[in-house]
Nanobody, 124 residues
Framework: QVQLVESGGGLVRAGGSLRLSCVLSGPTFSGYGMGWFRQGPGNEREFVAAITRFGGSTSYADSVKGRFTISRDNAKKTMYLQMNSLKPDDTAVYYC?????????????????WGQGTQVTVSS
């Protein structure tokens, strides 16, 4: 069974940086397109970024383009989200998700497995 565990969240001031990690436990990390989503207070879960199975292509929400970078290390079964120039509007619970044989899905319903989430809080 596939399990995803996020880490790296925390409290940071506006303009600061954080790096989130997502580790997959299961046999075939490279079999999954991966994504990051977030859900802020009172908001629906929204797409943040996605990466293809071998990292050749990425996709970003307009709100994070140029500030966030998604990457993966298949040997470590780990995906990352480097978040720079953070803003208070980035405050949310961040979730990683795995989409079996998927590629750059932006819809949450396309993903098969989800992590438990990690809180990111950006103070002004």
């Amino acid at each position: 069974q596939v399990q995803l565990v996020e880490s790296g969240g925390g409290l940071v001031r506006a303009g600061g940086s954080l790096r989130l990690s997502c580790v997959l436990s299961g046999p075939t990390f490279s079999g999954y397109g991966m994504g990051w989503f977030r859900q802020g207070p009172g908001n629906e879960r929204e797409f943040v970024a996605a990466i293809t199975r071998f990292g050749g292509s990425t996709s970003y929400a307009d709100s994070v383009k140029g500030r966030f970078t998604i990457s993966r290390d298949n040997a470590k079964k780990t995906m990352y989200l480097q978040m720079n120039s953070l803003k208070p509007d980035d405050t949310a619970v961040y979730y990683c998700a795995a989409d079996y044989l998927g590629a750059l899905s932006v819809r949450a319903g396309e993903y098969d497995y989800w992590g438990q989430g990690t809180q990111v809080t950006v103070s002004s």
